[in-house]
Every structure is written in structure tokens, then in C-alpha cells.
């Protein structure tokens, strides 16, 4: 069977959270406490089926994240000439260099303030303000492109999970 990388993405989190579901169900019925006999009850907890569950759950994650990591690893993004995991970190940097300019950005040209003891100080950018929003601006529209390039990608490289 095929499924495209967002599918198995989906398939994973779906894993994840059966797996949290049934590790929730063991902390609630993995004992019982009671006053006589006829008061207990049995809510047929079975400590090897539970784990035999997990344990199959864990592995079908592993499968299915070890292909996703193949297919980032050598599925190429076309428009930017880089695979899918370049793609990622390529993002990655680029959120890392909008949080910097951002504030560089909203800074004013030139400000005025006065100190404590009423001394007037000027302050002044030591960088073309206009040249860092032409860069911010790029940076937001690549952003918003190699978003849009993974999605695409991630929905139509289709990957045999056997």
C-alpha cells in the first residue's frame, strides 16, 4: 500500500495517541482496591496483553517514521532544490533570522531621550532601515513559499509502507 508523506504523518499521530490512550487505560485499571471480596472488581487488565499492544504500537511507529525520515532524506523539494529535510532546517533558519530582524524592523531611524539628569542623547541606527525590511519582507514571502513547496510535496511523494 501507498500513502503520501502527510498521510503517514497523520498515521503516526493517530499511533501516538493510541498509545497514550491505552498507556491512560493501564494507570486506571492496573489495580484495584477493595474492602471484601465480593467488592472487587475485575476489569480484565492484563499486564503482558498491554504491553504486547504498546510494544506494537512502538514498532509500526518506528517503521513508519524511519521511512518518513528516507523519504526527507532524499525526496527533493523542486522549487528550492533541496530535500525535504534541507527544506526543514532551511525553515528552521529562516524563523531563526524573522525573530531578529523583526525587532530591527520597528526600530526608529533616529530617537531622542533624555537621562536622568536631564542630558539629551540621540540614538541612531547604524544600518539602512529600509534594506532590513526589504530582507524581512523576502524572508516572509520565502517562508510562505517553502511552506506551500513542502505541503505540495508532502502530499504527493506517495511512499510504500508495505
Known amino acids: 500500500m501507498k500513502l503520501c508523506n502527510a498521510e503517514i504523518m497523520k498515521k503516526v499521530k493517530l499511533l501516538e495517541q493510541n498509545?497514550?490512550?491505552?498507556l491512560a487505560e493501564e494507570r486506571r485499571i492496573n489495580q484495584v482496591t477493595y474492602q471484601t471480596e465480593s467488592d472487587k472488581i475485575d476489569f480484565g487488565y492484563?499486564?503482558?496483553e498491554t504491553r504486547k499492544k504498546v510494544e506494537g504500537i512502538d514498532s509500526e511507529i518506528r517503521k513508519l517514521k524511519r521511512l518518513l525520515n528516507y523519504s526527507n532524506a532524499t525526496t527533493v523539494v523542486e522549487?528550492?532544490?533541496?530535500?525535504?529535510?534541507?527544506c526543514l532546517?532551511?525553515?528552521?533558519?529562516?524563523?531563526?533570522?524573522?525573530?531578529?530582524?523583526?525587532?530591527?524592523?520597528?526600530?526608529?531611524?533616529l530617537t531622542r531621550s533624555s537621562t536622568?539628569?536631564?542630558?539629551?542623547?540621540?540614538?541612531?541606527?547604524?544600518y539602512d532601515k529600509a534594506e532590513c525590511q526589504?530582507?524581512?519582507q523576502w524572508i516572509k514571502d520565502t517562508l510562505s513559499g517553502l511552506q506551500i513547496a513542502i505541503d505540495r510535496?508532502?502530499?504527493?511523494?506517495?511512499?510504500?509502507?508495505?
Open 19 to 22: 498509545k497514550s490512550d491505552t
Open 46 to 48: 492484563s499486564f503482558a
Open 134 to 136: 526589504a530582507r524581512l
Open 89 to 109: 532546517v532551511y525553515m528552521a533558519q529562516l524563523n531563526n533570522e524573522l525573530g531578529i530582524l523583526e525587532p530591527l524592523a520597528r526600530k526608529e531611524p
Open 79 to 86: 522549487e528550492f532544490d533541496m530535500t525535504l529535510g534541507e
Open 116 to 126: 536622568y539628569n536631564g542630558v539629551i542623547e540621540y540614538t541612531v541606527l547604524n
Open 153 to 162: 510535496t508532502n502530499l504527493t511523494n506517495m511512499i510504500d509502507i508495505g
